[in-house]
């Protein structure tokens, strides 16, 4: 006859069984039904995706992009767009939400901007991780360069579960000035997706970097989003531009919460780009 003592140990042996059992479940569930792991998109890749799928580029302005000339109150200034390729940024980053038990994307060390002709202008794409990337596209515009009302568009996948959210403003904004001013805040009506987005763009000071051993002027744009609701979201993106409206160095802060079909999940993000040159790979 087993004894008072045997059966408690027995009942405390089947216990630490079975929630080791639950453990192990929950394992499988994030890690094999819900896979979370991410990919690199290497530099070599990059280029030869650039490669791949560029048949044809613009190549009548020194840089590869058609030059316009800008009146402005002073004399007229030739504006150019970045030339196609891809650009190399030395890189510090993440991403994180906090569904499923929480999972953390750690950017690499180098990512990448591929430059492409569009329609009006290029279309840049930045590389994160193949499961995050944002794209967007410069054309030229009477005042100076400018960020398109469409073609914008930002991806993100965490377990498997892909999210494509294309963005369409009410509008063009100045993002590079002709006559080299800084601008007031401008604030846009747009949707991401599904939902209404209200960015606030400004241009600040300019400033000089040196790039590769060269001193580049630069033009500080500022995008902000604030937006207090039950679900919310707070940006911070500070891009250093060149003349072209090429980054050369970027900075996000953002934070939202987002209703979702696994519930409320909390999503951070924070980077810094840094170009190592203003040529780019092709």
Known sequence: MLTLATRRRRRRLVALVALM????????????????????LTTEE????????????????????????????????????????????????????????????????????????????VSLQWDA???RRERWQLCLGEEGIVVTADGGQSFHEF????????????????????????????????????????????????????????????????MTISDNDEYYEHIQLDWMLDARGLPVTATMLKENLSDTAFGDVRYLEEYRLEITSLVPLR
């Open 21 to 40: 059992l639950l453990v192990v479940a929950a394992i499988v569930v994030k890690w094999v039904v819900l896979n979370d792991d991410v990919h690199r």
């Open 159 to 222: 377990f498997g579960q892909t999210k494509t959210e294309d963005l369409t403003c009410d509008r063009d904004v100045v993002v590079v000035p002709a006559d080299g001013m800084s601008r007031e805040p401008v604030a846009l009506t747009c949707m991401l997706a599904d939902l209404p987005w209200q960015p606030v763009w400004e241009v600040l000071e300019s400033d000089t970097q040196l790039v590769d051993g060269e001193l580049v002027e630069l033009v500080h744009v500022r």
């Open 46 to 121: 990059a280029v030869d995706r650039y490669r791949d799928g560029t048949s044809t580029t613009m190549t009548t302005g020194t840089d590869g992009t058609q030059p316009v000339t800008t009146d402005t109150t002073s004399s007229p200034v030739e504006q150019t767009l970045p030339a196609p390729g891809v650009y190399v940024y030395s890189t510090r980053g993440k991403e994180s939400i906090d569904a499923v038990g929480g999972s953390l994307h750690e950017y690499p060390a180098e990512t990448t901007i591929t430059v492409t002709a569009s329609e009006c202008g």
């Open 129 to 131: 991780l193949k499961e």
